[in-house]
């Protein structure tokens, strides 16, 4: 069983629909987690960062984490065009990890004008 | 602005070859790692480093090397021992106790002729 487990899509939504996107994973000693988005044929950009339990926004984004059921999420609203990419959630233990982050397998997500 | 650079974009490898990838960082972050990414697979990593002259192995190491001479560059060997090259490979930087999230470059492509 791998550490992370992402919904692997594809997902197809019209314009200004709500996105979910949705991790899981299994070992407890993940602090630190990401959303990236990685457009086709350029590296993965960071979009949320968080390290506590509860909802962190920032503007359309929105990132859910839930430590006591290991799950996490990113919600988009409003979705446009320009949202369509791979998206990846990513983990790490912090401290003697060295910053090491584990990464979901990532969803490829296509927003329909 | 500060970044991560990489080069070349494209990289294609004969048999027999060994090729470096270049990775150069201009944000002062201490850590730098190496990502393959393969198609519908998440990042794996290759190497990681905290410090100058110092590096560890990652989840997939095996016919790859590294050097870690300058805080600012970190490049990754692919050597002919490496059998199944062809990937797209992914340079990061951050604080090596992950206490701030890793950033990426623009990747190099490689492919074998």
Same mark, same amino acid.
């Given at each position: 069983?791998? $550490?992370? $487990?992402?919904?692997?899509?594809?997902?197809?939504?019209? $314009?200004?629909?709500?996105?979910?996107?949705?991790?899981?994973?299994?070992?407890?000693?993940?602090?630190?987690? =990401?959303?990236?988005?990685?457009?086709?044929?350029?590296?993965? $950009?960071?979009? =949320?960062? *968080?390290?506590?339990?509860?909802?962190?926004?920032?503007?359309?984004? *929105?990132?859910?984490?839930?430590?006591?059921?290991?799950?996490?999420?990113?919600?988009?609203?409003?979705?446009?065009?320009?949202?369509?990419?791979?998206?990846?959630?990513? =983990?790490?233990?912090?401290? *003697?990890?060295?910053?090491?982050?584990?990464?979901?397998?990532? *969803?490829?997500?296509?927003?329909?004008? | 602005? @500060?970044?991560?650079?990489?080069?070349?974009? %494209?990289? !294609?490898?004969?048999?027999?070859? +060994?090729?470096?990838?270049?990775?150069?960082? +201009?944000? +002062?972050?201490?850590?730098?790692?190496?990502?393959?990414?393969?198609?519908?697979?998440?990042?794996?990593?290759?190497?990681?480093?905290?410090?100058?002259?110092?590096?560890?192995?990652?989840?997939?190491?095996? @016919? %790859?090397?590294?050097?870690?001479?300058?805080?600012?560059? !970190?490049?990754?060997?692919?050597?002919?021992?490496?059998?199944?090259?062809?990937?797209?490979?992914?340079?990061?930087?951050?604080?090596?106790? @992950?206490?701030?999230?890793?950033? !990426?470059?623009? @990747?190099?492509?490689?492919?074998?002729?």
């Amino acid at each position: 069983q791998k $550490e992370v $487990e992402q919904d692997p899509g594809p997902l197809s939504v019209p $314009e200004g629909a709500i996105v979910s996107l949705n991790c899981t994973y299994s070992n407890s000693a993940f602090q630190y987690f =990401m959303w990236y988005r990685q457009y086709s044929r350029k590296g993965p $950009e960071l979009l =949320m960062y *968080t390290y506590s339990s509860g909802n962190k926004e920032d503007g359309r984004f *929105t990132a859910q984490v839930d430590k006591s059921s290991k799950y996490i999420s990113l919600f988009i609203r409003d979705s446009q065009p320009s949202d369509s990419a791979t998206y990846l959630c990513a =983990m790490s233990a912090g401290g *003697t990890s060295y910053g090491k982050l584990t990464f979901g397998q990532g *969803t490829i997500l296509t927003v329909h004008p | 602005d @500060g970044g991560i650079t990489q080069s070349p974009k %494209y990289l !294609f490898r004969k048999e027999g070859q +060994n090729v470096t990838l270049s990775c150069e960082q +201009n944000l +002062n972050h201490d850590a730098m790692y190496w990502y393959r990414q393969d198609p519908g697979q998440g990042l794996r990593l290759i190497y990681y480093s905290q410090i100058v002259n110092d590096f560890q192995k990652g989840d997939i190491a095996e @016919g %790859y090397s590294v050097s870690r001479e300058k805080k600012e560059s !970190f490049p990754l060997t692919v050597t002919s021992a490496q059998k199944n090259p062809t990937a797209f490979y992914l340079c990061a930087s951050g604080n090596y106790r @992950g206490l701030q999230p890793q950033h !990426f470059g623009d @990747g190099t492509r490689l492919s074998i002729l």
